[in-house]
């Protein structure tokens, strides 16, 4: 079973009918055991950095997350509540991956928001995928480089567009919106 982590932001109904479409047995969950004993965990979101990491730690899903050992898959805000600190809202998050979340600069037009390609490392996630490839993004604040870097991308500045830590896995991007390349992604996270 892959357990989507429910929390106090958007876009986890698209991510679990996504997975579904897949042939996944999926559930929306915020059940400490069930996220636990899950084979794959997916940690979705759209929203705001601080009032999720909020939610997060009075629900003690925080310490929860940081201790998976399964595979996990962060998306847009789970790419940078992954993070280990965001300055949106002045966020302590989880601290999986050593990147400090900032907003783009006022210089050009924010959000991000459209289709881009990747630079991407060699990785079982994009499996398949080909250089040309886009994926759908829509966001305001970005993680920036670092050695967990998994793939890169361009907008007004390099940022990272996924991540990886061990068993954590996570990217900047919508897969679930981001047409047959997102959900052949998906699915080399879900046939890990």
């Given at each position: 079973?892959?357990?989507?982590?429910?929390?106090?932001?958007?876009?986890?109904?698209?991510?679990?009918?996504a997975?579904?479409r897949?042939g996944?047995?999926?559930?929306?969950?915020?059940?400490?055991e069930?996220?636990?004993?899950?084979?794959?965990?997916?940690?979705?979101?759209?929203?705001?950095?601080?009032?999720?990491?909020?939610?997060?730690?009075?629900?003690?899903?925080?310490?929860?997350?940081?201790s998976?050992?399964?595979?996990?898959?962060?998306?847009?805000?789970?790419?940078?509540?992954?993070?280990?600190?965001?300055?949106?809202?002045?966020?302590?998050?989880?601290?999986?991956?050593?990147?400090?979340?900032?907003k783009?600069?006022?210089?050009?037009?924010?959000?991000?928001?459209?289709?881009?390609?990747?630079?991407?490392?060699?990785?079982?996630?994009?499996?398949?995928?080909?250089?040309?490839?886009?994926?759908?993004?829509?966001?305001?604040?970005?993680?920036?480089?670092?050695?967990q870097?998994?793939?890169?991308?361009?907008?007004?500045?390099p940022?990272?567009a996924a991540?990886?830590?061990?068993?954590?896995f996570?990217?900047?991007f919508?897969?679930?919106?981001?047409?047959?390349?997102?959900?052949?992604l998906?699915?080399?996270?879900?046939?890990?």
């Open positions: 079973m892959v357990a989507i982590i429910q929390y106090n932001a958007g876009n986890i109904a698209s991510v679990e009918n997975v579904k897949l996944f047995p999926c559930r929306v969950t915020g059940d400490i069930e996220i636990r004993g899950a084979e794959k965990v997916i940690f979705p979101g759209v929203g705001e950095a601080s009032s999720a990491m909020i939610y997060l730690r009075e629900r003690k899903l925080d310490t929860v997350i940081q998976l050992a399964q595979p996990v898959l962060g998306i847009c805000l789970g790419l940078q509540l992954m993070c280990k600190k965001s300055e949106e809202g002045n966020s302590t998050c989880l601290g999986i991956f050593d990147a400090t979340v900032k783009f600069p006022a210089a050009g037009i924010v959000p991000h928001m459209g289709w881009n390609s990747l630079l991407t490392k060699d990785s079982p996630l994009f499996t398949g995928l080909e250089k040309e490839d886009t994926f759908y993004f829509v966001h305001s604040y970005y993680a920036g480089l670092c050695e870097t998994l793939a890169s991308c361009e907008y007004l500045l940022f990272s991540m990886q830590q061990d068993n954590f996570a990217t900047q919508h897969p679930e919106k981001s047409g047959n390349v997102g959900e052949k998906l699915l080399n996270f879900l046939k890990m």
